[in-house]
């Protein structure tokens, strides 16, 4: 027995050692080496704090900006993004900074946005606008839907006011359910009432102090972040399974979103063939992610589009629905459209992880370096945008996005070149789709009741609502 108790105790020693060992690495000895490394490389920015690194001063300047709302004009980033505006001021282009043990820097010079957004990425055919054009009968019957219900709105008294962003929110989540997942887009709308509850969750636990394995202790916040994600994958692993058989029986075919993905699998769903483990195509798990992706970034997307260009709407399509050649016809939509996403992109910043040795910009950056590329600072950039870049003109891209700027890269809302959003088209398409029809028939202006604050959470948005006067034509 006594011989036991001692070969477990050496067992345990040793087990806890390990643990102690490989907590000190994780925890301090890698991260300090990494920031030894990077400063010798010349990058400037803060230094490592035991666990947290600035986790906490993050969510102190989220929490302190929240509750300021702006006056009205285009000069958010300081609300934001209060952390990454400052510490950009105060370290320059590249700075450093920990995002808990995890050595970040924060991108915002186009040349390098352009260096790391030029790896490969998988192409999917399924927004190529000859597929789009089938999905027009969609974006028309959720846009029609929005009109109709609008005039009731406004009926009574011929003006009423009225929130657009849960309006639009609605809209955009109605054409995503109809285009994804065809006869069954009333089921594909709970993908999206979860991923809301979900997307606020989240944002929550970002803005707390950063505790490694808390997210494993079953709190109710936690228990209800993990029941979220198992039912929306559950959601919609149901949704593919029955695509996958009513594309088997002849019952339906790849006319939607999901069809089309499922087309493009490694393996196609409709045959027996083996798996060519060349194929560049997607796993069914991928094709689940991409739907999941689609309802996140397309909805919030195409959520801070719509404006006014009244006079154009009326000279290209006069009272008639808009067609896909209307719309492609519409430029001063299309100009202020780009606007509002270079002012007010939905993601202001996108993410990538080095895995192994990378050469950026002439400096080799180590494995576990996280980048933040700023789509909120680089597209607001004096140096290349000119002195008037907090200033809403859409007449930059009266010669398109390659010539709107000093830099053919300081404009991406909807990233760059091979990690172009593949939604990009199809967005485009819903916004001016939308914006035309509601120019038809309403004229509106801004309610004296709405409050300037925009805000994250995940994706931008209006703290407060967009409360606009609507008028019946």
């Keep these: 027995m006594n011989g036991f108790l001692f070969i477990a105790l050496v067992v345990s020693s040793c087990l806890l050692l390990r643990f102690s060992v490989k907590t000190f690495h994780s925890l301090w000895w890698k991260p ?13 920015g803060t230094s490592y704090r035991f666990l947290f690194g600035d986790l906490k001063d993050y969510a102190r300047l989220m929490d302190a900006t929240s509750y300021k709302p702006l006056s009205l004009n285009h000069h958010i980033s300081p609300r934001v993004s209060p952390f990454i505006t400052e510490a950009v001021k105060t370290f320059g282009k590249i700075p450093l ?3 808990a043990t995890r050595p970040t820097l924060i991108i915002t010079d186009p040349g390098l946005v352009k260096e790391v957004l030029s790896g490969k990425k998988l192409v999917t055919p ?24 609008w005039k009731k709105f406004v009926a009574p008294d011929g003006s009423c006011e009225l929130d657009v962003w849960p ?18 887009f009333e089921e594909g709308k709970r993908v999206f009432e979860l991923q809301k509850q979900q997307m606020a969750l989240v944002m929550e636990a970002v803005r707390s102090v950063y505790l490694p394995g808390f997210r494993f202790i079953p709190t109710t916040k936690n228990r209800r972040r993990m029941y979220l994600d198992k039912e929306i994958k559950a959601n919609l692993r149901d949704l593919v399974q029955r695509k996958l058989s009513a594309m088997e029986n002849g019952e339906s075919g790849a006319d939607d979103l999901l069809g089309m993905l499922l ?16 194929n560049d195509g997607m796993t069914i798990e991928e094709v689940i992610e991409e739907c999941k992706l689609f309802y996140f970034a397309g909805q919030d997307t195409t959520s801070n589009l719509l404006t006014k260009a009244r006079e154009e709407v009326q000279q290209i399509c006069g009272k008639n629905v808009p067609s896909l050649e209307n719309l492609n016809h519409l430029k001063i939509v299309t100009m202020i459209l780009y606007e509002v996403l270079r002012l ?14 990378t050469e950026i910009g002439n400096i080799s950056l180590p494995a576990g370096v996280q980048l933040l590329l700023s789509v909120l600072l ?12 907090e200033e809403f003109r859409p007449d930059r891209f009266s010669e398109g996005i390659a010539k709107a700027a000093k830099d053919q890269v300081a404009f991406f809302a909807f990233g760059w070149g091979p990690r172009s959003c593949l939604g990009q088209n199809f967005a485009m398409i819903e916004a001016r789709m939308a914006m035309a029809m509601i120019l038809q028939h309403f004229s509106f202006e801004l309610s004296p009741s709405y409050i300037h604050a925009p805000h994250i959470v995940i994706t931008l948005k209006p703290q407060h609502g967009a409360q606009i006067i609507l008028h019946a034509l």
Aim: aromatic share 10%; proline share 4%.
């Design 32 to 44: 300090k080496r990494l920031e030894k490394r990077l400063k010798k490389l010349g990058i400037k």
């Design 97 to 99: 900074f920990w995002f």
């Design 126 to 149: 399924a927004f190529h606008l000859r597929k789009l054009k089938a999905m027009t009968p969609a974006f028309l019957a959720s846009c029609t839907d929005l009109i109709e219900q």
């Design 167 to 184: 309006e639009i929110q609605n809209l955009t989540a109605d054409v995503i359910s109809r285009t994804a997942f065809g006869s069954n």
């Design 263 to 278: 087309l493009n699998c490694k393996q196609s769903p409709l045959s027996t063939d083996t798996i060519d483990p060349e």
């Design 344 to 357: 007010y992109p939905a993601a202001v910043n996108q993410w990538r992880y080095i895995v192994k040795e």
């Design 378 to 389: 680089v597209q607001r950039d004096l140096e290349v945008w000119g002195n008037d870049a």
